[in-house]
């Protein structure tokens, strides 16, 4: 068993499922070696990102939920003067994740193996996202599974209070029922406006790869739907 292991409070419902599968030798060997590098604690909470970044000062991009962590990496990549942190439970992703990070030496790159809404509340401060993410969730899509999204009111109103003035929500998702449910919510939002207007999805927007899984879905004729809130300033 891998010496990193999820981190999470006790809740009755939760937006995930701990996933199985195998983590391959390049993956538990990047858990073990390379977490000191690239791994942030629950934990210590709002200590957690206290020195994480070489640049402090530099915009700040959380993504909850980054799967193997490919559209994450290449943001990182592409993005040096901007830092990424990423959410995630499932480990081998983890492993992947940091495994490929510390290859390309990147400096702009941390990593919770937590529970998202933990960590939004411990370790996130208020004012303090330039964007945060949240790319094709769990769309639970059986009407009884439907309290298990993460997109509900509570969430979409703390999101709101992490992002600066201007800050941007971005979500995505391949199941439009889901797309509806989170126009519908975060439009209650009173912090948050539509970046397209009134009840429209935006076009994706060139810093969000194509992900294989985006991909493979649009050959089949699935659609995507993008959303994009942006944080009113105070008044």
Known sequence: MPAIQPQFKQKTIRS???????????????????????GLDLLQGNAAL??????????????IGFGMGDSLLAMAETFPEQNFIGIEVHLPGVGRLINE????????LKVFCADATDVLT?????????????????????????????????????????LKDGGILHMA???????????ETTS???????????????????????????????????????LLFYKRAAQ
């Open 122 to 162: 411990d370790c996130i401060a208020d004012n303090s996202l330039t964007r945060l993410q949240l790319y094709f969730p769990d769309p639970w899509h059986k009407s009884r599974h439907h309290k298990r999204r993460i997109v509900q009111p509570v969430f979409v109103n703390q999101v709101a209070e992490k």
């Open 50 to 63: 206290e020195g994480a970044f070489a640049n402090a000062d530099a915009p700040l991009i959380l993504e």
């Open 16 to 38: 995930y499922v701990i996933r199985g599968g195998r983590i391959t030798a390049p993956q538990e060997k990047a858990l073990e070696e390379q977490w000191p590098s690239f």
């Open 188 to 226: 209650l939002c009173e912090l948050l406006q539509n970046s397209a207007g009134t009840q429209h999805y935006s076009p994706r927007p060139d810093y969000r790869p194509e992900t294989k899984f985006e991909r493979r879905g649009q050959q089949l004729g699935h659609g995507v739907w993008d």
């Open 173 to 183: 998702t391949d199941w439009e029922h889901y797309a509806e449910a989170m126009l």
């Open 101 to 108: 990070a510390s290859k390309r030496n990147l400096q702009n």
